[in-house]
């Protein structure tokens, strides 16, 4: 069966970087869409990033643009986000997805992914 699973959270400060990865297995998804989700204490599941099966399109909400990164290695069948100058604000557990079709278009819309890893805390402290 199909399993994601992340990797690479922890607990930093204000201003340091974190890289997340994240590992699927029972199936290949080199064209469907992955992406971040994260969800805070006492707040709803938040879209984070998304990138294209290719790779060639990414997708990043507001508050994390210029500063986290979303890339893939589809040999590895794996999806990854790099997060500097992270901030207090940035402190949720952070969640992988796989869309639920090959796709050349990103999505911030939890309904388009239908694999989800168990997540990955991060913390940040101020």
């Known amino acids: 069966q199909v399993q994601l699973v992340e990797s690479g959270g922890g607990l930093v400060q204000a201003g340091e970087s974190l890289r997340l990865s994240c590992a699927a297995s029972?199936?290949?998804?080199?064209?469907?869409?992955m992406g971040w989700f994260r969800q805070a204490p006492g707040k709803e599941r938040e879209f984070v990033a998304a990138?294209?099966?290719?790779?060639?399109?990414?997708y990043y909400v507001d508050s994390v643009k210029g500063r986290f990164t979303i890339s893939r290695d589809n040999a590895k069948n794996s999806v990854y986000l790099q997060m500097d100058s992270l901030n207090p604000e940035d402190t949720a557990v952070y969640y992988c997805?796989?869309?639920?079709?090959?796709?050349?278009?990103?999505?911030?819309?939890?309904?388009?992914?239908?694999?989800w890893g168990q997540g990955t805390q991060v913390t940040v402290s101020s």
């Open positions: 029972g199936r290949t998804f080199s064209n469907n869409p």
């Open positions: 990138i294209s099966g290719s790779g060639t399109s990414t």
């Open positions: 997805a796989v869309g639920r079709r090959p796709s050349a278009m990103t999505s911030r819309f939890p309904g388009d992914y239908g694999y």
